[in-house]
């Protein structure tokens, strides 16, 4: 375990897996070949009733929910969460950043009433990426953000910015994917999945560096390959990292010590991963949505690449349950949004 940031961090150029394993943004290196977006005119109607999955996990897709503003022009879809009351949340990397652009909306609970969230831009500059809510010991929810430009932010539910954390080039290579805070509420724990592929500590009431980081590049259990995603088991009481790069998903205590890993056949570029009772859903960059159960075995996929790619619905960014067992999905290159009402 690494108990300190060193100076100098070990830069993690994420490969890609099968499909695509990472992306790249603007000031990455030239990337492999990838799958590319496509053009507007390829792009076909869905079919009257697109369904995946199977089993107790039947979903059917409904394009007329979660329907993004007008003035909305994403170029990539990024993260996702909701609140106690079943609201909606949606990150995105917008085409350009201009005086009026924003990247952070929120639907309702049936994914209706779109409302784009912020004072200003500032959000949107960058590479806006990881998207998590926490409820403070006050019973206050707080939206936290992963941006890929050496940045996190702490907002309210509106977008008010409570506090920005941007770390200085002397600190190394740092290009954060995701976000999640401990169970004590103590601290934001930073997933680099861009940059030194380690976890880094902030203190939540300042997001000031708290003095502890582990991981690096590497494919020995403890270390990572572009550790995308990270989130909390509450069934294992365990934090639970999508390494990306190395095909797996790896647990481990809140102080950093490694414990086990789940690696299936079903998900080879997984983003993340959410809990909804004992089940858990994994969304993959290579096109499926995997749905796991209480011992992290599939039970169920939706192709959603398979399904929707003609739709530009082709990479699985991050997803997430709602309250009533119903999905929402976001796609990175091209940037889509999604909604799976689960079938009887």
Known sequence: MKSLLASSLVVCLCPFVS????????????????TVALPA????????????????FRYQYLPERLVLPPEVKMRHGHGLCHDAAGNIYFTFEPEQVELATRC???FAPDGTKPQL???DNTLAV?????????????????LYHANNAATVFKTTLDGEIEWTQQWPPAMGNYKPTDVVVTPDGQ??????GYGSSMIHALNTADGVYAGKSWGGLGAAHGEFNCPHGITYDPRRKLLLVADRGNRRLEYYSVNGLYQSSVETPASQA??????????????DLNGPLVILDKDNQAVSVIEVGKLLGTLGFQHPHDAIWLPNGDLVVCTWNPGRLGYW???P
């Open 341 to 343: 009402q689960r079938l």
């Open 270 to 283: 997984p983003c993340n991963a959410d809990f909804w009772g004992d089940f858990v859903l994994v969304p």
């Open 19 to 34: 499909q695509v394993a990472a992306h790249p943004h603007a000031d990455d290196p030239p990337p492999l070949p990838v």
């Open 104 to 106: 952070l909306v929120r």
């Open 117 to 119: 969230l912020g004072r």
């Open 187 to 192: 601290r934001v724990l930073v997933a680099d």
């Open 41 to 56: 005119a390829a792009l076909q109607p869905a079919p009257a009733a697109v369904i995946g999955g199977s089993g107790a």
């Open 126 to 142: 960058g590479a806006p990426h990881g998207l998590n809510i926490h409820l403070d010991a006050a019973g206050k929810a707080h």
